[in-house]
Nanobody, 114 residues
Framework: QVQLVESGGGLVQTGGSLRLSCLASGNIETFTMGWYRQAPGTQRELVAFITGGGVTTYDDSVKGRFRISRDNIPNAVYLQLNSLKFEDTAVYYC?????????WGQGTQVTVSS
C-alpha cells in the first residue's frame, strides 16, 4: 500500500505563498493525483489534480492562484499556493483521484491570517 506524506504548510499572511509537497513511498507515475483540503466544519474537497501525463485541472476557487505539478523522481506531487486568501485556510492532503480511503496521510496545515 502506497503511503503519502504531505509537508510544506504553515502560517502565512493574506497574499502570501506556500509550496506543498507530497512524497509517495511507491511508484505513482501512472496515477492521477490530487490535492484536497478540509477546513474546520466542512467536507474534504478536491482543489486540483494532475494526470500521469501532466494534464491539470483546478477548482474554480483556486484557478489562477494554485499550480499542481509532479516529479517521477522522486515520486512527488506539489502544490504551489499563491495569492493566498483567508478562506484557503485548511488541512491539505494529497491522494489519488478519485481518492482511496486507504491512503489518506496526516495532511499539512495551511493557515492564512487576514
Amino acid at each position: 500500500q502506497v503511503q503519502l506524506v504531505e509537508s510544506g504548510g504553515g502560517l502565512v499572511q493574506t497574499g502570501g505563498s506556500l509550496r506543498l509537497s507530497c512524497l509517495a513511498s511507491g511508484n505513482i507515475e501512472t496515477f492521477t493525483m490530487g490535492w484536497y483540503r478540509q477546513a474546520p466544519g466542512t467536507q474534504r474537497e478536491l482543489v486540483a489534480f494532475i494526470t500521469g501525463g501532466g494534464v491539470t485541472t483546478y477548482d474554480d476557487s483556486v484557478k489562477g492562484r494554485f499550480r499542481i505539478s509532479r516529479d517521477n523522481i522522486p515520486n512527488a506531487v506539489y502544490l504551489q499556493l499563491n495569492s493566498l486568501k483567508f478562506e484557503d485556510t485548511a488541512v491539505y492532503y494529497c491522494n489519488t483521484c478519485p481518492h482511496s480511503s486507504k491512503v489518506w496521510g496526516q495532511g499539512t496545515q495551511v493557515t492564512v491570517s487576514s
